[in-house]
């Protein structure tokens, strides 16, 4: 009885968070400092999904002007710039992609899985997905 109710406990968490999406706001978490650096709001159009910056947290940048970007985007307002462009759903993950770091301007490909209902993993790469960089988005509610 009791591996019945763990085996539908296990079946019921795996479909749950397969019917989550990852349409919705989420926090992004600077790598160097560990702190909250800005919210994503991740859509879908058409068959694809994009993700573009509604807002900035860090305190240098709170009015929504880059003042830490490197390139183009420095001293410009960023809100509303589409960071993540074309993935495509793939079962659990988000892949065939394309992510943008506004501090560098350097674009990667992508791909985005749901780790947890509230925790996105985001993971930037060249070539090949080994050759890259993994972050973590938190569902903002």
Request: charged share 30%; aromatic share 12%; proline share 1%.
């Amino acid at each position: 009885m009791k591996k019945l109710v763990l085996l539908s406990f296990i079946l019921l968490s795996y479909f749950n968070l397969n019917a989550q999406s990852v349409v919705g706001k989420w926090k992004t978490i600077d790598d160097e400092t560990g702190k909250a650096k800005s919210i994503i709001e991740i859509y879908k159009k058409g068959d694809k999904y994009y993700g573009k910056i509604v807002q900035l947290l860090t305190e240098q940048n709170k009015d929504g002007i880059c003042r830490t970007c490197e390139t183009d985007y420095k001293n410009k307002n960023i809100i509303g710039l589409v960071i993540m462009k074309d993935l495509e759903k793939d079962g659990n993950t988000y892949e065939d992609g394309e992510i943008t770091d506004p501090k560098t301007a350097k674009t990667y490909s992508c791909y985005i899985e749901l780790e947890e209902a509230d925790k996105l993993k985001v993971r930037g790469y060249i070539g090949f997905s080994l050759l890259g960089r993994t972050q973590y988005w938190y569902r903002v509610q």
